[in-house]
């Protein structure tokens, strides 16, 4: 069974850094998209960033020039480096995947990891 572990979340003064990592375990023959999203108290949950099988890249307007995103396909990984935290950045930070695994007959399926929390103060 497929399954996606974050980690790297945390407490931090704004203008500091974290890095959020998410890895996929199971019977995985290929990992399509990769992207961050986040969300906050009373607030729907919104893309972050995001990262194509070809390494293309797309961030939300409010991380542009502050988040990187990357990704290692030999570790089944996805990488936030995200600097310059400001509160507004506090939220709750889920992977997804869009991958395809035996899990769904090897067809294309998004897969969500369970959550980190980032809290930025002030």
């Known amino acids: 069974q497929v399954q996606l572990v974050e980690s790297g979340g945390g407490l931090v003064q704004a203008g500091g850094s974290l890095r959020l990592s998410c890895v996929a375990s199971g019977i995985i023959f290929r990992i399509n998209a990769m992207g961050w999203y986040r969300q906050a108290p009373g607030k729907q949950r919104e893309l972050v960033a995001v990262?194509?099988?070809?390494?293309?890249?797309n961030y939300a307007d409010s991380v542009k020039g502050r988040f990187t995103i990357s990704r290692d396909n030999a570790k089944n990984t996805v990488y936030l480096q995200m600097n310059s935290l400001k509160p507004e950045d506090t939220a709750v930070y889920y992977c997804n995947m869009n991958l395809n695994a035996r899990d769904n007959s090897y067809k294309p399926y998004d897969y969500w990891g369970q959550g980190t929390q980032v809290t930025v103060s002030s």
């Open positions: 990262i194509s099988s070809g390494a293309n890249t």
